[in-house]
């Protein structure tokens, strides 16, 4: 009976939790179709804030360009990170410990500190504001990730099969190619996912360092809201979240099968 008594109770508080992630999400996208400007009730159907949003060349121009953003992101994240994360987990080399290390204030310090931060040094160094400082930031900012999850993955296995390909007369880079970028590819992706994720949604950084006429969808979102907010933004948030679940199912039925073969 104890048994049964916390089994509920456990139920109910996940429901609770699930509940109150997910209800705000629900009901942000029930509005977007919703007639009424002003979420009025009754709910009737419509499709006019995806039409108007359509029409709405600053958001959409913002989308882009949040869009280029993390995707340039994503690339040279991954890649830097992933080489990073195999030289930590492959090779030895003096103050290996100490770079391990400073992995982690960045991500344990404040955004808005780093953003602060950046700022200061761009306006100094002469790389001024823009999308190419937005990018070198939100690299900055997603390296240690990438080179966690892709670590992670690394220690997952050793190193016979690498070794053992070698001694079949494998190049270096036909053992990465062949076998360990297959064996981490799981990780890779995860990082990959993490690294968009990180850019696309950043704010911080890039409303301190975009420039007069150029935004990322973050800070454009926030800049109406302030103005007066509209149903438009219900609209893309709608369309982001359908795309992101899309996406990530793929991701994971892809790597299912995969591992089923």
Known sequence: MMKKSLSGLSL?????????IYLPIVIMTAMAFNESSSYALPFRFS????????SNDILLRAGWNS????????????????????????????????????LFPPIAIPWLILATAMLIFFFYSGIGR???AMLLAHVALSLPYVIVIVGARLQSFGTDLEEAAATLGA????????VTLP??????????????????D????SYFLSPPGVT????????????????????ISAIIILVSMLLLLAVSRFYRFAGNS
């Open 183 to 200: 064996t981490i590819a799981p990780g890779v992706m995860a990082a990959a996912l993490f690294a968009f994720g990180i850019s696309f």
């Open 202 to 205: 950043q704010f911080v950084t």
């Open 67 to 102: 869009v280029l953003l993390a995707a340039a992101n994503t690339v040279v994240a991954t890649v830097l990170g992933t080489m990073t994360a195999i030289a930590f987990a492959r090779y030895t080399f003096r103050g290996k410990v100490l770079l391990q290390i400073l």
């Open 130 to 132: 823009g999308l190419h």
């Open 47 to 54: 499709t006019k804030w995806f039409e108007q949003l359509a």
């Open 216 to 235: 990322t969808l973050p800070v454009e979102i926030y800049a109406s809201i302030r103005k007066g907010f509209t149903p438009e933004i219900n609209a």
């Open 12 to 20: 109910a508080y996940l429901l609770l939790v699930l509940g109150f």
């Open 171 to 178: 190049s270096p880079l036909q053992t990465f190619f062949r």
